[in-house]
């Protein structure tokens, strides 16, 4: 396919860009925001899932996880978010603050199940600081020890260190040394300090965003990385934030997986903004997985685009379509997301996967092999 796309009549910009990905090089900047303006989607597909078989054959990858949300309420005001309730509106009847008891009772609702990650992220709550959620982890870890907690996005994180006086390294070695596992690529939004101005300009920089993971990396917490798209961003400003990613891979190798996050219209201040074709979502992934070589994985995250989107993108780069998760999520439901109650058992996920012919792979939150659902594995 690949060789298709060098014979073919593309400008000779488009097949550098090819070349360099045949021989694993990275590609400029400019050619990065290239592919955007001038990468037809078939091209873009090809490049992409070139990378894609290289690293992992037909190798997709979910995990068994669920998700905790201890509130949404929030000291910040991002404007394309659906989900927090606050102080911004005083009296709203949606907000919610679960108590450590309702938290240690979910994590016993999975006695005996064979998840394996609890994610935990949330609001910023002023009043849930960073020794409550050591403890909380504590006490998580003594329900069940096996549990990878994946906790706390880079945003919550700079807040909890700010109130505890603690520095990022100092916050997060305490949260490791409680059981915090690795941190989730949420809060990075888009790095272009411009745009982050205009959408979400009272949280995290760009630049804390990055030293916070850089710090975890440095003590041995992997994390991910995400980036919202589709809203106001420039071309520009995608690779530029995926180019900030890729600088920092090169240095700590830390990151286990890149997510696109599509921006959903539905009950924010930005509800104005008409969301991106699902052909625009195709070309991200692809773009991400031919620009940011560096990444193991690119996760689709289904409960976002839906499952048909998902099922897609596997033929664009992504090869992670994270978790069978439990319907405990609420960030993207409120946001108008294809999925009001994403959940997926494993038989479903199994087959949306095989369904394009890929081998279907549980991972754990470490992306360490734990079963393959090939074509000829029974499913029960
Ligand atoms: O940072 C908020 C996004 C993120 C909207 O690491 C929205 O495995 C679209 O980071 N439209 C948090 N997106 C979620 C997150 C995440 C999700 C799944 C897996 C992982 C992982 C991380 O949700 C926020 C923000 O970018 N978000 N509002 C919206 N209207
Ligand atoms: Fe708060 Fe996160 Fe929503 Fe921003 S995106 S308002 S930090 S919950």
Redesign the pocket.
């Known amino acids: 396919m690949l060789k298709t796309i060098l014979d073919s009549n593309i400008s000779k910009q488009l097949k550098t860009i090819a070349e360099k990905v045949y021989h694993n090089e990275a590609i400029s900047f400019e050619e990065g925001v290239l592919l955007f303006q001038e990468g037809e989607l078939n091209y873009l597909g090809a490049l992409a899932n070139y990378v894609r078989e290289k690293k992992h054959g037909d190798k997709t990858y979910f995990n068994k996880n669920f998700h905790i949300e201890p509130t949404n309420i929030c000291v910040f005001d991002?404007k394309?978010?659906?989900?927090s309730k606050l102080l911004r509106e005083k009296g709203d009847y949606d907000a919610w603050e679960l108590t450590e008891g309702d938290i240690y009772n979910k994590i016993k609702e999975y006695e005996g199940k064979d998840i394996t990650e609890v994610?935990i992220?949330g609001g910023v709550h002023p009043k849930m600081g960073l020794n409550y959620f050591a403890n909380l982890i504590k006490n998580i870890k003594e329900i069940r020890p096996d549990l990878h907690v994946?906790a706390f996005?880079a945003v919550e994180l700079e807040y909890m260190c700010r109130k505890a006086k603690m520095s990022y390294r100092e916050g997060l070695q305490t949260l490791k040394d409680n059981g915090q596992d690795s941190l989730?690529?949420?809060?990075?939004?888009i790095f272009a300090e411009a745009v982050r101005e205009e959408i979400c300009k009272d949280k995290c920089t760009s630049a804390q965003w990055l030293e916070i993971h850089e710090t975890a990396h440095k003590i041995g917490m992997p994390s991910?990385a995400?980036m919202?798209y589709g809203h106001i961003e420039s071309f520009e400003d995608r690779i530029d934030h995926m180019d900030r990613l890729r600088n920092l891979q090169d240095r700590t190798n830390g990151f286990n997986?890149f997510?696109p996050?599509?921006?959903?219209?539905q009950n924010?201040q930005m509800s104005h903004i008409k969301e991106v074709s699902v052909i625009e979502d195709l070309k991200v992934y692809a773009v991400a997985r031919i620009f940011i070589h560096n990444f193991p994985n690119i996760?689709a995250?289904w409960p976002?685009i839906g499952r048909e989107t998902a099922q897609l993108s596997l033929a664009y780069g992504v090869n992670d379509i994270?978790g069978t998760i439990d319907d405990s999520t609420k960030?993207?439901s409120m946001?108008g997301a294809e999925e009001q109650s994403p959940t997926m058992t494993t038989r479903q996920i199994v087959e949306l996967i095989r369904g394009v012919n890929r081998e279907p792979i549980e991972r754990d939150s470490l992306y360490n092999e734990i079963k393959s659902y090939a074509i000829e594995t029974e499913l029960n």
Do not use: Q, W
């Not at 989730?184 to 939004?189: L, R």
């Not at 996050?261 to 219209?265: A, E, H, I």
């Open positions: 991002c394309f978010c659906s989900y994610h992220v994946k996005t989730p690529g949420g809060g990075a939004e991910n995400t919202l997986a997510i996050l599509k921006f959903r219209n924010n996760k995250y976002m994270d960030i993207y946001a």
